[in-house]
């Protein structure tokens, strides 16, 4: 069984500035240690996006099927689902979502390894670390000054909210 867990970003940006910085997924490479990250231009269903993280010899890839991709348009949100089909398994989804007082971000990750016999180990160390190393990744992103948004994030909103 994977692992989930969800980020919730209240951001004070409009919607399409932050699914440009969210889903500029080589960007996340700069603040995931060892990792690079490669994805096509443009970005379409169907495409693969390759997160390799090496350590010596050994090179993980965190391959990723996309599975659904619709920027933000007036009145609508933006939603983007991520299907892993490397050594990880379960999917990533995007949500960016416009309100009078900014935009929402929810981040809904799951996680598992797909080698057998290590689901209760991988359960365990993404239910710790998932969230709060991806946490970092995405405030990082958001806040770069290198970054045409550098947001001000106004809450990291935990509470319950309906996900589509």
Request: aromatic share 6%; net charge neutral; hydrophobic share 45%.
């Amino acid at each position: 069984m994977p692992t989930e867990f969800v980020l919730r970003r209240l951001v004070q940006a409009p919607p399409d500035d932050v699914w440009d910085v969210v889903t500029d997924l080589g960007a996340h490479g700069r603040y995931v240690p060892l990792t690079t990250v490669t994805m096509p231009d443009p970005v379409v269903v169907g495409s693969t996006v390759h997160a390799l993280t090496r350590l010596g010899p050994l090179v993980l890839d965190d391959a990723m099927l996309v599975r659904q991709w619709r920027p933000p348009a007036p009145g609508c949100p933006g939603s983007a689902r991520l299907l892993k089909t490397g050594f990880l398994s379960g999917h990533a989804d995007i949500l960016v979502v416009g309100r009078p007082s900014g935009t929402l971000l929810t981040w809904r990750e799951t996680l598992a390894l797909r080698v057998p016999g290590t689901q209760a180990v991988s359960r365990r160390v993404f239910a710790r670390a998932g969230s709060v190393v991806f946490g970092r990744v995405v405030d990082r992103l958001l806040a770069d000054p290198g970054d045409a948004l550098a947001a001000v994030v106004v809450s990291d909103d935990a509470s319950p909210t309906p996900y589509p």
